[in-house]
């Protein structure tokens, strides 16, 4: 009888053990349950949160986008009232230049924030990724340099985007000018670029011979430029 007791307490206390074994790893999923619940809920507070934060980050963008279109037209107006001011035909040229220079250098401070004007000078270099040439004009300047400005060019962060258009030289010293007649010519269309303005001399009866000393129109500019440039 005794034995039997001692085997039956035996089989009891195994099964008590296999009963707190059991617990012991319902109580450890139950914990990781729980862990992963509070995880859940954290990922939902942080969703919800960024969702406030992308609202008020859209309606900034959107009033930001609201104030680079303002900036725009104010550069496009601010643009148009320089090149009229470069193009003043009772500037001399020197006058122009230097003036071309202050207007170049103003908006130039826009470029940090994306806002580039393309006015280039005469006598410069032909930047294919700012200027669109569209022509050829007569001048002492080279192929790859800028001999006339036909229009002034700007890149906007709101991706509006226009090549300055320009003309380069074709490179001779010394090229014959034809005068027109302007009695009763209309007036030419005023075009963006320094030595579009220029004063014109009275149309002679005769063709004339502009001479290396001379030059022309545009070459009177490069000069204008290039002696501005050694002030400096």
Do not use: H
């Given at each position: 009888m005794?034995?039997?007791?001692?085997?039956?307490?035996?089989?009891?206390?195994?099964?008590?053990?296999?009963?707190?074994?059991?617990?012991?790893?319902?109580?450890a999923a139950l914990a990781a349950v729980l862990d992963d619940v509070r995880s859940l809920s954290d990922v939902r507070a942080q969703l919800a949160e960024l969702r406030g934060e992308f609202e008020s980050i859209k309606s900034r963008a959107e009033s930001l986008d609201a104030a680079v279109g303002k900036i725009e037209a104010a550069l496009h107006s601010a643009m148009n009232v320089a090149r009229d001011s470069v193009c003043d035909p009772s500037l001399s040229p020197e006058d122009r230049v230097r003036l071309h220079a202050c207007v170049a250098r103003v908006f130039s401070e826009f470029g940090q924030a994306g806002f580039e004007v393309y006015a280039p000078e005469i006598g410069s270099r032909l930047d294919e990724s700012r200027h669109a040439c569209v022509g050829t004009a007569k001048s002492s300047l080279g192929p790859e340099e800028i001999a006339d400005v036909v229009a002034w060019g700007y890149s906007f962060p709101s991706g509006d985007r226009r090549l300055a258009e320009v003309l380069v030289g074709s490179g001779s010293p010394n090229v014959e000018v034809e005068e027109p007649d302007t009695q009763d010519a209309p007036?030419?269309?005023?075009?963006?670029?320094i030595s579009m303005r220029l004063d014109e001399p009275k149309a002679p009866e005769k063709k004339k011979k502009a001479t290396a000393e001379a030059g022309g129109l545009f070459d009177q500019l490069a000069e204008a430029a290039k002696r501005n440039q050694k002030k400096e």
């Open positions: 005794t034995k039997m007791s001692e085997s039956n307490e035996s089989r009891l206390i195994e099964a008590l053990e296999a009963v707190k074994a059991g617990v012991a790893r319902l109580d007036s030419a269309a005023p075009k963006a670029g």
